[in-house]
T-cell receptor, first 115, second 114 residues
Framework: NAGVTQTPKFQVLKTGQSMTLQCAQD?????MSWYRQDPGMGLRLIHY???????DQGEVPNGYNVSRSTTEDFPLRLLSAAPSQTSVYFC??????????????FGSGTRLTVV | AQKITQTQPGMFVQEKEAVTLDCTYD???????LFWYKQPSSGEMIFLIY??????QNATEGRYSLNFQKARKSANLVISASQLGDSAMYFC???????????FGGGTRVLVKP
């Protein structure tokens, strides 16, 4: 059971380049989300999805794009990388039940540096 | 909008002693939940404990307990019998009624001294 898998673990980009951070989960969770963590700070929500074909913006969505064509995958696209996007990116999947049980699983993170 | 505040940027604790990490929150959702995560220097997010807004009793998980005071909108984490391996960043986070995303506080860095 792999949980949430993020690739790559490390990436260096030049300003203006584009790239996609991959996120896959094998737990059949309905919800998935992307967060960024800047040095010494908590995680901030970029985009999230409540199911295949449904996405919405979080707190800091500018410069990022997402889509969710399947339950398992939720890629994050950087359209034109900027130094301000240097950060650690976490993908998470989650579920909720009518019994009020909530579970969140985080990937191991992608450390992105934009030069 | 939801907000989580952790007012202690860092703290030292002696090994084998207990430590309390503060977390206050603000939300208009009648149904919500509070999480605590540990982030060691390796960077992964480790789930510690969860408290739902309608839970009658305070949550406990091994050495971790959550002091939930709904009227004060606080959800403090208590770590008993601190160990050297408890040295890490600790984050308080909240889910709203929809449960599909989390709002995080700024974190508290804990350093356990031998």
């Amino acid at each position: 059971n792999a949980g949430v898998t993020q690739t790559p673990k490390f990436q260096v980009l030049k300003t203006g380049q584009s790239m996609t951070l991959q996120c896959a989960q094998d737990m059949n969770h309905e919800y998935m989300s992307w967060y960024r963590q800047d040095p010494g700070m908590g995680l901030r929500l970029i985009h999230y999805s409540v199911g295949a074909g449904i996405t919405d913006q979080g707190e800091v969505p500018n410069g990022y794009n997402v889509s969710r064509s399947t339950t398992e995958d939720f890629p994050l696209r950087l359209l034109s990388a900027a130094p301000s996007q240097t950060s650690v990116y976490f993908c998470a999947s989650s579920y909720s039940t009518y019994a009020g049980i909530y579970g969140y699983t985080f990937g191991s993170g992608t450390r992105l540096t934009v030069v | 909008a939801q907000k989580i505040t952790q007012t202690q940027p860092g703290m030292f604790v002696q090994e084998k002693e207990a430590v309390t990490l503060d977390c206050t929150y603000d939300t208009s959702d009648p149904s919500y939940g509070l999480f605590w995560y540990k982030q060691p220097s390796s960077g992964e997010m480790i789930f510690l404990i969860y408290q739902g807004s309608y839970d009658q009793q305070n949550a406990t998980e091994g050495r971790y307990s959550l002091n939930f005071q709904k009227a004060r909108k606080s959800a403090n984490l208590v770590i008993s019998a601190s160990q050297l391996g408890d040295s890490a960043m600790y984050f308080c986070a909240m889910r709203g009624a929809a449960g599909n995303k989390l709002t995080f506080g700024g974190g508290t860095r804990v350093l356990v001294k031998p």
